[in-house]
């Protein structure tokens, strides 16, 4: 058995979700100038948690309940948030940002082969792999040569994204053991823990009652938090429950596009012909993964009898 086809729910939520984690790029950027990175990520999940407890009893989700639930919403918190959040941003300190997307951008890799070696519904097949690869090559058309430049240099930075990546890996097939919790109660109790773990961080090494952030900061933060963070993640197990682990990574590979694109919507920042190569990699790499056209192609019984 096979990941899930990708329908066009599918496709509609995969870019949805694209384009709120995409929009973060610009967020952090702007939120960057004032605020530094623990407090950002520590304060973005706050807002996430106290938006999303609003907001269940309004959709007549319930809050998360026992303590295996919690349990399981811990390991959540800790894989999809506080671990690659952490890493990535102690990453890139010593490596580019396009090198990050570059890398962030194994993530699909890192789930269809940790799903192969531990599920049994999602194995790994030469047109998923291939498809996986085409989406890789995509994003790397897209950041451009400049970002391979310095690879090898920052090797711990390296590391580290790659570590970001496999740790989101291990939370998309984590995530079967709360599948059937709606997708608002998990959201909600995996970045509340996210919370509780990153502002201890914030107040040991950046003293944030010392900051002064002025207004675009402090909104820059509070989108992070609401769209980037709490509807996106809102989508994100949605999207899982439908599509499957690994079909639901290859969101990393279409966040760069998207982030170009919203560059473009909104700065003005023209893209290249690059741009355009990038997406239609990425496209067929997604339509590999997807695998029904090979489907398709492949001849029925009746037509070989």
């Excluded at 496999?166 to 959201?187: C, D, E, H, Q």
Aim: hydrophobic residues 55%; glycine residues 12%.
């Amino acid at each position: 058995m096979s990941a899930p086809t990708m329908s066009a729910r599918t496709w509609a939520l995969l870019v949805l979700l694209a384009t709120l984690w995409g929009g973060s790029f610009f967020l952090s950027k702007l939120a960057l100038a004032e605020v530094p990175p623990f407090t950002i990520v520590g304060t973005r999940a706050v807002v996430a948690a106290i938006f999303l407890g609003g907001l269940l009893p309004l959709l007549g989700l319930p809050f998360p309940r026992g303590r295996v639930l919690w349990g399981h919403l811990f390991v959540l918190g800790v894989l999809n948030n506080t671990v690659p959040f952490g890493l990535i941003v102690w990453g890139q300190q010593y490596i580019s940002a396009g090198l990050s997307a570059l890398l962030n951008g194994t993530t699909p890799l890192f789930t269809v082969l940790l799903a192969h070696l531990l599920t049994h519904d999602e194995k790994l097949n030469p047109a998923k792999v291939g498809g996986i690869l085409l989406g890789l090559a995509g994003v790397g058309v897209l950041v451009g040569p400049g970002a391979l430049a310095g690879i090898g240099q920052g090797i711990a930075g390296e590391l580290a994204v790659l570590g970001a990546a496999l740790s989101y890996g291990l939370a998309a097939l984590y995530y079967r053991r709360v599948r059937t919790v709606p997708a608002g109660t998990i959201a909600f109790g995996q970045l509340l823990w996210c919370a509780v773990l990153m502002m201890p961080l914030s107040f040991m090494f950046e003293q944030p009652w010392t900051l002064r952030p002025g207004p675009a900061s402090i909104g820059a933060i509070l989108l992070l938090g609401i769209a980037c963070t709490s509807l996106a993640y809102f989508i994100y197990f949605r999207l899982l429950r439908i599509a499957g682990p690994t079909n639901a990574s290859l969101v990393t590979q279409l966040n760069p596009v998207m982030a170009m694109l919203l560059g473009f919507m909104f700065l003005g920042e023209v893209p290249g012909w690059n741009a355009y190569v990038a997406l239609a990699l990425i496209v067929a790499g997604f339509t590999l993964v997807d695998g029904r056209i090979l489907r398709r192609q492949r001849p029925s019984t009746s037509d070989m009898a």
